[in-house]
């Protein structure tokens, strides 16, 4: 086995932009290197055991020795890049708990994610994004993450849990500076600082919630703090920011990044506005080629583990790669190429087992309704700049940092006469 960890070329615009080219060189391999899990250095400098095939994948993600946990990590860096004093705080929410906190957490707000709220807020969700299409549609030009794919989950989720329309742009900025957008750690003073901002921010809306409790989420939640005592304060603080962030983070990548992709492949883009009943193969498709997750997520051995043959140690950094596993040629036939009509929906990009994604139905229901608007509103869609020129964001989340476009100019729908 090669003993010196391959290193993901952050650094290189060219990975950043499009990191599959080398993603399918290290799954190829050469003779004499690694297998299927390999040693990695991926941002920040952090030391990970890579996993990449897809049914290895599948496995570690229902593997409970490979816990959700970061103070497991023997890696003393990972603890340091969470908020001084807040870092039991920001740990107490479900994405990083394991049984039995992650089953009694995840219990309080299943809920408000069944299929069928999802479908009661579909009218809504529509209702929001011609609104937000409306503002542009008279100028045939338009940057569709800030006017369309960023604040139109920010809206969702800001009105399924209670947060003010007022707040909105404070917390996604608090967001901005908490979540690791680059290739190296946030600076910890920035992080720390964001961080009691929010909660406090937080912790004041919650206290106005207790005197003033409404029909949402958040005011579920403090009742079951209250008077079920079914969380701890800490706990209650950690699942409203979870909720958050988590909440339309990777649906706007997952707006932004699905409609760069069909611009990059115009006859997807022309099938897909033929015929639009293959939008939600098209969402399941544009998920597996390039979701907003890449590329994975990070478990921690509890114990001692063996994956595919390799020895793992209790205490390292497991990164199961389900960017590169929606990419492998074992389980999906000619898997670099963007087939809306593949009519394959069990990738990973939602994950897989107890922490599968909460909110997997309502982001595939935004991404059905706001790329399906976009398609049928905005004739003669193109990029404004060379596709060269668009800004990924380099790690962690992926997707387009603006997109800049222009299109056939018409008539809002609050322009048009009924």
Sequence with gaps: MTQQPIVLPYGDPAFVADPFPFYRMLCQGQPGEDGPVRRAVIAGGLEVWLVTPFEECLAALSDPRLSSDVRLATDPRLMRQLPVAERESVLGNMLRADPPDHTRLRRLVSRAFTARRVAELRPHVQEIADRLLDAVVPTGRADLIEDFALPLPVTVISELLGVPTDDRRAFQRWVDHLLPW???????????????????????????????????????????????????????????????????????????????????????????????????????????????????????ASEDVSIAGVDIPRGATVLVGSALADRDPERFPDPDRLDISRGDSAHLAFGHGIHYCLGASLARMEGEVAIGTVLRRLPQLALSVAPGELRWRPTGLRGPERLPVTFTPGASLAAVPS
């Excluded at 990044?257 to 544009?286: K, M, N, V």
């Design 182 to 300: 680059g290739a190296e750690p946030q600076d910890p003073a920035v992080v720390e600082r964001a961080w009691r901002q929010m909660r406090a921010y937080l912790t004041g809306l919650l206290a106005t919630k207790r005197v003033r409790p409404g029909e949402d989420l958040l005011s579920a939640l403090i009742e079951a703090r209250d008077e079920q005592r079914r969380l701890t304060e800490d706990e209650l603080v950690s699942m409203a920011f979870l909720l958050l962030a988590a909440g339309y983070i990777t649906t706007v990548n997952l707006i932004g990044g699905g409609i760069a992709a069909l611009l990059a492949h115009p006859d997807q883009l022309r099938t897909l506005r033929d015929d639009p009943a293959l939008l939600p193969d098209a969402i399941e498709e544009l998920l597996r080629y390039d979701g907003p997750v890449n590329p994975g997520v990070a478990r921690f």
